[in-house]
């Protein structure tokens, strides 16, 4: 993914490859999509990826990545299904970041991560 080379980090997916966005109830099947849809995402520059967290136990893996174009920061949270050495599943998250309410500052501290 760090390579911006979307059909080349296609091949780290099975063929019959789903990605299932929720929280806009998408869904992408196939590497071909997988790999036009990124390359025809309206990015200001190049994606950099920051692999924050990584879990995994047998074909489960969940990760957490920060992920910028230069202009704008997200945290995509995806959970993977792997079969043999390929992802075959991934559903994915990326939450809205927010502003912190004031009424907690007396009990917490501004973090950017």
Known sequence: MASNDFHAASLCLT????????????????????AALNTAYPAQGPWTFELRRIVGEGAQIVTEVGVSDGAARATALTFHTVRGDLIAFQREFWPDPFEAPPWRAAWVRRARI
Request: net charge negative; proline share 5%; charged share 40%.
């Open 15 to 34: 063929e019959d490859f789903r990605l299932q966005w929720p929280q806009s109830d998408e869904v992408i099947e196939g590497r071909e999509n997988f």
